[in-house]
C-alpha cells in the first residue's frame, strides 16, 4: 500500500491535501516534514510535480526568519556549484552529510534515552563521553581548518582590494 500523501497546488496557489481532504498552509506542509510524512505536491493546472519548488519555498520562509541555518557565504557557495563539473559531487556530499548528521543525532538520542532510564546517570555519561569524544574531535578540527580557510580567504580578499 503506497502511503504518499498527495497535495494538490491550485491556480490560486492554496494546497490542498487530499489525505485530510482540507487546505492547508506552507506551515502544515512544514509540519508534515518535521513529522517524517512522505508526500508529493502536483500542480493541478499543468499536472507537474513541484514538490521541490514548495520545500524550497518553505526553506526561504524559515530563512527569513531570526535564525537561518545558511549564511550568505554558504548560499554563494551553493551558488557557484551549479552548472560546475562538480554540481553533482557536492549534492551528493550535502545528502551524505546530512544523512550522517541525523544518524548521530538519532544515535545520541537513543543513548540519552537509555542513560535516562538507568540507576546512575553519572556512570552512563562517563560511559557516552568515551564514544562521542572521537566524533567531537572531528567537529573541531573541521571547524578550525574552515576557520582558517575562511581567515585566509578574507586576508586574501583584503590584499586584492588594496592592489585595485
Same mark, same amino acid.
Given at each position: 500500500?503506497?502511503?504518499? +500523501?498527495?497535495i494538490?497546488?491550485?491556480?490560486?496557489?492554496?494546497?490542498?491535501?487530499?489525505g485530510?481532504?482540507?487546505?492547508?498552509?506552507?506551515?502544515?506542509?512544514?509540519?508534515?516534514?518535521? $513529522? /517524517? $510524512?512522505?508526500?508529493?505536491?502536483?500542480?493541478?493546472?499543468?499536472? /507537474?510535480?513541484?514538490? +521541490?519548488? #514548495?520545500?524550497?519555498?518553505?526553506?526561504? $520562509?524559515?530563512?527569513?526568519?531570526?535564525?537561518? #541555518?545558511?549564511?550568505?557565504?554558504?548560499?554563494?557557495?551553493?551558488? +557557484?556549484?551549479? /552548472?560546475?563539473?562538480?554540481? /553533482?559531487?557536492?549534492?551528493?556530499?550535502?545528502?551524505?552529510?546530512?544523512?550522517?548528521?541525523?544518524?548521530?543525532?538519532?544515535?545520541?538520542?537513543?543513548?540519552?534515552?537509555?542513560?535516562?532510564?538507568?540507576?546512575?546517570? #553519572?556512570?552512563?555519561?562517563? $560511559?557516552?563521553?568515551?564514544?562521542?569524544?572521537?566524533?567531537?574531535?572531528?567537529?573541531?578540527?573541521?571547524?578550525?581548518?574552515?576557520?582558517?580557510?575562511?581567515r585566509?580567504s578574507?586576508?586574501?580578499?583584503?590584499?586584492?582590494?588594496?592592489?585595485?
Amino acid at each position: 500500500m503506497d502511503t504518499t +500523501r498527495l497535495i494538490n497546488k491550485y491556480p490560486n496557489r492554496r494546497l490542498y491535501d487530499t489525505g485530510s481532504s482540507r487546505y492547508i498552509t506552507l506551515e502544515d506542509v512544514r509540519q508534515l516534514v518535521i $513529522e /517524517g $510524512e512522505d508526500f508529493v505536491v502536483f500542480d493541478k493546472r499543468t499536472g /507537474g510535480d513541484i514538490t +521541490r519548488s #514548495i520545500l524550497l519555498q518553505i526553506i526561504s $520562509e524559515q530563512e527569513e526568519g531570526g535564525n537561518p #541555518i545558511f549564511r550568505t557565504r554558504v548560499l554563494r557557495h551553493i551558488i +557557484r556549484f551549479y /552548472g560546475d563539473s562538480m554540481q /553533482g559531487a557536492m549534492s551528493s556530499y550535502l545528502e551524505l552529510s546530512l544523512e550522517f548528521f541525523n544518524e548521530q543525532q538519532q544515535q545520541f538520542r537513543d543513548r540519552l534515552r537509555s542513560m535516562l532510564d538507568v540507576s546512575n546517570p #553519572i556512570a552512563a555519561l562517563r $560511559e557516552l563521553t568515551p564514544l562521542q569524544r572521537p566524533i567531537w574531535k572531528n567537529v573541531r578540527r573541521e571547524v578550525l581548518a574552515n576557520l582558517r580557510q575562511r581567515r585566509e580567504s578574507d586576508n586574501a580578499e583584503k590584499t586584492d582590494d588594496r592592489n585595485s
